[in-house]
């Protein structure tokens, strides 16, 4: 059939061969399903089955793994928890049976100990059975793993007692009962080759709420993913009042119901790409792989930060110390690095250091004190003075204050002392900065000491 397609696409135009695709992958299929349900020309039907290795992929189920089934947009895997219970599990298997729907169950090792035909009835239906634990304890998330063990071995076993031993008809999946995820339980089943299954989306049907509101949240968070794990509870009346219009709405809109089933030595899974396990490839949805990288500038760092001085590296640059050493020339004393004045700078020491009249004033405000230099001002402004005589003025009155008007490199500043540079005239600068910040404020203050 396949050979006859392609015969067939060869000879047609590019067009007809999208619309011959199209009928090949989507459309003929399930037509071919629905005719083959026997008595529902309009079943769902299982759209094709997919073989998965536990020990390739241990954990899936994006509400808590990063991983999950390797399926395309628009399929559905149906699950149902803490089965079997004639009551309701009958009932699911049977609406399940008139769609033609295949789907995973995971058995309670008490309820198959309880009801061994229910378990049985799920493999002659062709659904695929993995285990719950035997008990469904809520506590698997805090058990040792002496406890853990026994859970998981024992459910397996009850189910398998039902089963008459078959291995080959229980599937290694493992749901954690209330989804109680831990390290334990999951290295334990791992170290067994058993598949840890959580869920994409649930339909919170175990909870006390109407058939109606399972429906909704089904239908809303499969449409919310457009593709996934459905968890469901085949023991919930709601359940099975909710199922018929859930896959009857899954058809109507589009979707395919995926039938997963373990590999073995005999059936190898079926290939998949690494990013086929996630349900958004992080090539569509990882934005800052694909934008250029936002550069990280540190701005406040590098100004405060003292340039290194040679010492500081001799550490690590030994060699060049013995080098120069042994070369009798002499140690160098400047750094190799550009060393900018204001960067040795604390930040106090470059604010400008008051006039020398502030000195003279007594006890007073900020607000006296910048009235007084102001006051300065217009006495130096009105002798037409120019700056540097101002200054050199104040030099003359106060010999010591003077010494800090002469650059520091000229005046034989030894390493570590402060540079002290020459405070403008009163700016506004100056008075803006000594009467907003409270460290201006502070240094002001152990400048006001008389001296
Ligand atoms: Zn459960």
């Not at 895997?77 to 995971?106: M, R």
């Not at 490839?281 to 934008?291: I, L």
Request: hydrophobic fraction near 45%; aromatic fraction near 6%; charged fraction near 20%.
């Amino acid at each position: 059939m396949i050979a006859n397609v392609l015969v067939m696409i060869r000879k047609r135009s590019r067009t007809v061969i999208g619309a011959a695709l199209l009928g090949c992958c989507f459309m003929t299929p399930q037509a071919a399903l629905a005719a083959d349900c026997p008595g529902n020309p309009n079943a769902l039907g299982t759209s094709r089955t997919i073989v998965v290795d536990p020990r390739e992929h241990p954990r899936i189920g994006t509400m808590q793994y990063p991983e999950t089934l390797p399926l395309a947009d628009h399929e559905v895997v149906l699950t149902f928890d803490d089965g079997p219970l004639p009551k309701y599990s009958n009932q699911v298997l049977a609406i399940l049976a008139s769609q033609c729907v295949k789907a995973t169950f995971f058995t309670i090792g008490s309820q198959a100990r309880f009801n061994p035909e229910g378990v049985r009835k799920l493999i002659a239906a062709g659904h695929t059975v993995g285990t719950h634990s035997q008990n469904h304890p809520l506590t698997m998330n805090k058990m040792p793993l002496e406890k853990v063990r026994q859970e998981v071995d024992d459910g397996i076993a009850s189910t398998l007692a039902a089963l008459n031993g078959d291995k080959s008809k229980l599937a290694p999946f493992f749901r954690i009962p209330g989804l109680m995820r831990a390290e334990i339980p999951e290295a334990y089943l791992a170290s067994q080759g058993i598949q840890v299954w959580s869920a994409d989306f649930p339909a919170d049907d175990w909870r006390h709420i109407s058939p109606q509101r399972v429906y909704d949240l089904a239908i809303q968070r499969i449409e919310a993913k457009h593709k996934g794990i459905l968890l469901l509870h085949d023991i919930q009346p709601r359940t099975v009042a909710a199922l018929p219009r859930i896959l009857n709405t899954l058809r109507e809109r589009g979707y395919r119901i995926v039938h997963v089933v373990p590999a073995t030595a005999d059936r190898p899974a079926t290939p998949t790409q690494p990013q086929q396990w996630f349900m958004h490839p992080p090539t569509e949805t990882v934005a800052t792989t694909r934008w250029p990288r936002i550069p990280n500038f540190v701005f406040t760092a590098t100004r405060t930060l003292p340039a290194p001085v040679f010492a500081d590296m001799d550490w690590r640059d030994a060699d060049v110390l013995d080098h120069a050493q042994r070369a009798r020339v002499g140690v160098p004393v400047r750094t190799l690095w550009p060393q900018p004045q204001v960067a040795q700078l604390a930040p106090v020491s470059t604010l400008p250091i008051p006039a020398a009249d502030v000195f003279r004033v007594p006890e007073a405000l900020d607000l006296t004190l910048l009235a007084a230099r102001s006051a300065t001002n217009r006495r130096v402004a009105a002798a037409g003075a120019p700056r540097a005589q101002a200054i050199s003025a104040r030099q003359a009155r106060h010999p010591k204050q003077a010494a800090h008007q002469v650059p520091a490199a000229a005046h034989g500043r030894s390493r570590g002392a402060p540079l002290h540079v020459a405070p403008p005239a009163a700016s506004n600068a100056a008075v803006h900065v000594a009467k907003r910040t409270p460290r201006a404020e502070a240094s002001a203050a152990g400048k006001r000491v008389p001296d």
